[in-house]
């Protein structure tokens, strides 16, 4: 077996979809949204318009756009304590699949690839596919995998039934409640191949557990602010009941696991402890004007809650949903089919 890495391509970025042998819906739309990633990206970098702090910035389209410099490891960091965890990158039960070649699996909101990249090289024969409408793809990345720059509420132009593994982290920020039920669960179920293909969701509960005084007021205005914007911050309960009321998905399991978050002590805990910071350091701007507080005293308020980490024992909770689609038989039985 040749080791993926040979070769490896040269920009995060697939020059040609066509050669990755994902069954494209357009490949034409493909091609035209790189073309205009890449010529945005290059004013962007011309006129010094990255930035090096992280911010978040209301969308358009999405609830939240996180953005960072293109060294930030903050990505790295919080994959390396998904995987320390759970001891496995997905817990849906693919392993031999994706072993025996030619299976397929998308990572929504891959971010900086963190996990696109650990998944091709365990499975050098997949095809592995990361998609995110930011632009911090890595490079050089494994020949069995590419990155596109999309957007799911644009629809996905791969065909129906495509994927083997879908998977998806970390998105309470980034969608309402409308979206994920008009348009992401939709969409994630028509990519998936009926029968065989598994959905992996994966988020940190937004609801910690041994919260000091300073850490329960300000994830208490957190969660009413995603409120007052129509975000669900239980996500994941969210996406449970949107899976059950589809009748497209059998085999969904929930499971749960707590990590501390304490600052400065073990490697995992200090990264939890970041993690937490950083997300609200990103929603600084929005969250402390929906607070009644200047810059001074949420950032104030935000370091007060660190240090209530190590005395009150705070924890978080990561919960995994997996779910397999419905086969068609299944399904045309049901009158379910889409």
């Known amino acids: 077996m040749g080791n993926c890495l040979d070769k490896p391509r040269e920009n995060g970025i697939d020059s040609d979809p ?15 949204k790189q073309s205009n990633f890449l010529d945005s990206e290059k ?24 953005s960072m410099n293109a060294n ?24 031999e699949r994706l072993k025996l070649g030619n299976a397929r699996v998308l990572d929504l909101g891959c971010r900086t690839g963190e996990w696109v990249l650990d998944v091709s090289v365990q499975y050098p024969l997949a095809k592995v596919c990361g998609i995110d409408k930011l632009n911090f793809f890595p490079s050089p990345i494994p020949l069995n995998s590419v990155f596109l720059p999309l957007d799911i509420l644009d629809g996905l132009p791969f065909d129906d039934n495509t994927f083997d593994l879908v998977h998806t982290c970390c998105s309470a920020f ?27 969701l994966l988020e940190i509960s937004l609801f910690y557990t041994n919260e000091g005084p300073n850490t329960a007021e300000l994830t208490k205005h957190m969660r009413l ?35 501390i ?14 993690e937490f910071a950083l997300t609200m350091y990103a929603l600084g701007k929005e969250l402390s004007s929906f607070m009644g507080l200047d810059n001074e005293g949420y950032e104030s308020l935000v370091e007060l809650s660190v240090k209530e980490f190590n005395v ?22 049901s009158g379910e089919t889409n």
């Not at 930030?72 to 392993?95: E, G, I, M, S």
């Not at 409120?227 to 969210?238: A, H, V, W, Y």
């Not at 304490?262 to 970041?274: C, L, Q, T, V, Y």
Request: charged share 25%; proline share 2%; hydrophobic share 35%.
């Open 174 to 200: 980034t969608y309402t409640e409308i979206e994920w039920k008009q348009k992401i669960i939709k969409e994630l179920i028509r990519v998936l191949k009926p029968g065989t293909g598994w959905l992996s």
């Open 261 to 274: 978050l304490e600052s400065n002590s073990s490697r995992a805990g200090d990264i939890a402890a970041k």
């Open 43 to 66: 004013s962007n970098i011309n006129n010094g318009n990255h930035s090096h702090n992280m911010q978040c910035q209301q969308h358009e389209k999405n609830a939240f756009i996180f």
């Open 72 to 95: 930030n490891d903050r990505f790295a960091k919080l994959h390396a304590l998904f995987k320390y965890t759970w001891q496995a990158n997905f817990l849906a039960p693919v392993d």
């Open 18 to 32: 066509r050669s990755f042998n994902i069954p494209l819906m357009e490949t034409s739309l493909i091609e035209s």
């Open 312 to 333: 009150y024992k705070t924890s978080a909770r990561q919960i995994r949903i997996i779910a397999r689609r419905k086969s068609l038989k299944t399904l045309m039985k």
């Open 225 to 259: 602010y995603l409120k007052e914007k129509k975000i669900n911050p239980d996500i994941t309960k969210l996406q449970e009941n949107l899976l059950r009321a589809s009748n497209q998905f059998t085999d969904i399991q929930v499971y749960e696991k707590s990590h």
